[in-house]
């Protein structure tokens, strides 16, 4: 799960649980409260109704029934009164054995007692009081539907309550995620260009006591890579063009030996021929070391108008030997601004990769895809497995093919020109499996 989102979780998971426990107190303080309430003032009723008949029954003017009709309250949803062991009144639907037998013993001990009770699916409240001082007894009902309702109203407002403050608990971890993770976006996005080669860049400080301190000795590390890189850099582009006086005498020794070479004894012959094929080998080593550290050094582009279509066909079919490029037409005159120089390279270095070690180029196509011109070099070999199609371009990578193959005598670096060359331009190579299985490289350059 994303860091944000475990963020979003955890301040959603907090707010539930601070609402939960929250509403819960309050439903249990707030029903606790209304039910006291309820029975005080049931407890208060029926003793107002107590006194009220026993100064009734001491007159005697009246009869039971006329006493109960003239109740001074009427909150009561049912009095029952016990007068010389008959009941009176408005008895449960279970007539007196309906109730409670501990309640009436309570009572009938002297004491006002309290109990909730059902009656016909209905919750009541039964409130029993003594009538002195003939010991008899006063019993009535109070409805509880109404606390009932009221809880049950509660019970919702504080679920909707719960619910709306979970939402904006991950509304609030959402921004706040945001907020502390943002740091860390800019962070990714710098590291993300440093590994594709810009090393130039930095953290921005934000005037946070907490995150400057790491802006501060990340930059510096940067700014320590970077002036190694560049002092490798320049050392190598140093030492090829050292190289370069005393590679050209070679060379040109070289060629003047060869064309004595029917003048050289027989023992002399394959000596010579070995050493001209390494030289050849160094002379391109020497070409391609310079070319990396060109680049490895910031060399900028030499933008002109470059017709791709062209370019291709020029490099691919000269390298080939005859007509094997295929322009599509929605990519053909189509003239973009880029460094030619650099785009005649990857071309060959593609073709060429795929006559030497790919047993021969079988297609190259230029074709408009979206906003992305693309340049695709297939070849007749085995192709490359998925866990080694970044590694291709990797310097010095040689040899790697899905089906084992004597060791190439190439030198690992023209794919690693190709690369460079084409993220100058803010493009994209990568290798994909051809139409007859094998390796297709495929290179997706901006059209703007």
């Given at each position: 799960?994303?860091?944000r989102?475990?963020?979003q979780?955890?301040?959603g998971?907090?707010?539930?649980?601070?609402?939960?426990?929250?509403?819960?107190?309050?439903?249990?303080?707030?029903?606790?409260?209304?039910?006291?309430?309820?029975?005080?003032?049931?407890?208060?009723?029926?003793?107002?109704?107590?006194?009220?008949?026993?100064?009734?029954?001491?007159?005697?003017?009246?009869?039971?029934?006329?006493?109960?009709?003239?109740?001074?309250?009427?909150?009561?949803?049912?009095?029952?009164?016990?007068?010389?062991?008959?009941?009176?009144?408005?008895?449960?639907?279970?007539?007196?054995?309906?109730?409670?037998?501990?309640?009436?013993?309570?009572?009938?001990?002297?004491?006002?007692?309290?109990?909730?009770?059902?009656?016909?699916?209905?919750?009541?409240?039964?409130?029993?009081?003594?009538?002195?001082?003939?010991?008899?007894?006063?019993?009535?009902?109070?409805?509880?539907?109404?606390?009932?309702?009221?809880?049950?109203?509660?019970a919702?407002?504080?679920?909707?309550?719960?619910a709306?403050?979970t939402?904006?608990?991950v509304?609030?971890?959402?921004?706040?995620?945001?907020?502390?993770?943002?740091p860390?976006?800019?962070?990714?996005?710098?590291?993300?260009?440093?590994?594709?080669?810009?090393?130039?860049?930095?953290?921005?400080?934000?005037g946070?006591?907490?995150?400057?301190?790491?802006?501060?000795?990340?930059?510096?590390?940067?700014?320590?890579?970077?002036?190694?890189?560049?002092?490798?850099?320049?050392?190598?582009?140093?030492?090829?063009?050292?190289?370069?006086?005393?590679?050209?005498?070679?060379l040109?020794?070289?060629?003047?030996?060869?064309?004595?070479?029917?003048?050289?004894?027989?023992?002399?012959?394959?000596?010579?021929?070995?050493?001209?094929g390494?030289?050849?080998?160094?002379?391109?080593?020497?070409?391609?070391?310079?070319?990396?550290?060109?680049?490895?050094?910031?060399?900028?582009?030499?933008?002109?108008?470059v017709?791709?279509?062209?370019l291709?066909?020029?490099?691919?079919?000269?390298?080939v030997?005859?007509?094997?490029?295929q322009?599509?037409?929605?990519?053909?005159?189509?003239?973009?601004?880029?460094?030619?120089?650099?785009?005649?390279?990857?071309?060959?270095?593609?073709?060429?990769?795929?006559q030497?070690?790919?047993?021969?180029?079988?297609a190259?196509?230029?074709?408009?895809?979206?906003a992305?011109?693309?340049?695709?070099?297939?070849?007749?070999?085995?192709?490359?497995?998925?866990?080694?199609?970044?590694?291709?371009?990797?310097?010095?990578?040689?040899?790697?093919?899905?089906?084992?193959?004597?060791?190439?005598?190439g030198?690992?670096l023209?794919?690693?020109?190709?690369?460079?060359?084409?993220?100058?331009?803010?493009?994209?190579?990568?290798v994909?499996?051809?139409?007859?299985g094998?390796?297709?490289?495929?290179?997706?350059?901006p059209?703007?």
């Open positions: 799960m994303p860091l989102t475990r963020v979780v955890s301040f998971l907090l707010a539930l649980g601070i609402s939960t426990v929250l509403s819960v107190a309050s439903w249990f303080v707030v029903s606790r409260y209304l039910l006291t309430q309820r029975v005080q003032t049931a407890v208060a009723e029926t003793d107002l109704d107590r006194v009220s008949l026993e100064a009734g029954l001491r007159e005697g003017t009246s009869s039971v029934t006329a006493l109960i009709a003239g109740l001074p309250t009427n909150d009561a949803s049912s009095s029952i009164v016990r007068v010389s062991g008959r009941w009176f009144g408005a008895l449960p639907s279970r007539g007196p054995s309906g109730i409670p037998s501990g309640l009436l013993d309570a009572v009938e001990s002297g004491s006002t007692a309290t109990q909730r009770i059902s009656v016909d699916g209905s919750l009541y409240l039964a409130v029993g009081a003594p009538l002195r001082p003939s010991g008899d007894v006063v019993l009535e009902l109070f409805s509880l539907d109404d606390l009932d309702h009221t809880l049950s109203s509660m919702v407002v504080l679920t909707v309550a719960a709306l403050t939402g904006l608990g509304g609030l971890g959402r921004w706040a995620s945001r907020l502390a993770l943002a860390l976006g800019s962070f990714t996005t710098v590291v993300g260009a440093v590994a594709a080669g810009h090393l130039d860049a930095r953290l921005e400080q934000v946070d006591a907490d995150l400057d301190p790491l802006a501060r000795a990340f930059n510096a590390t940067l700014a320590e890579l970077e002036h190694r890189a560049r002092v490798d850099s320049q050392f190598a582009v140093d030492v090829g063009h050292e190289l370069r006086t005393p590679l050209t005498t070679m040109n020794s070289m060629e003047l030996i060869t064309h004595r070479r029917s003048q050289l004894p027989e023992s002399v012959r394959e000596a010579v021929d070995l050493l001209a390494d030289l050849g080998r160094f002379r391109v080593l020497v070409v391609d070391l310079l070319e990396i550290s060109r680049h490895d050094a910031g060399e900028g582009l030499v933008l002109e108008p017709d791709l279509g062209d291709t066909r020029w490099c691919a079919d000269r390298l030997g005859r007509p094997i490029t322009v599509h037409a929605r990519a053909g005159e189509l003239v973009v601004a880029a460094d030619k120089r650099r785009l005649e390279r990857v071309v060959s270095n593609l073709v060429v990769n795929a030497v070690h790919g047993r021969g180029c079988t190259v196509r230029v074709l408009r895809s979206g992305f011109i693309r340049i695709e070099v297939e070849d007749a070999g085995p192709g490359i497995d998925m866990s080694d199609r970044s590694r291709v371009f990797d310097r010095f990578a040689r040899g790697v093919r899905r089906t084992p193959q004597p060791r190439s005598q030198l690992g023209g794919l690693a020109i190709v690369q460079r060359h084409v993220a100058a331009h803010g493009g994209l190579v990568l994909e499996e051809g139409i007859g094998g390796a297709r490289f495929v290179v997706e350059l059209v703007h």
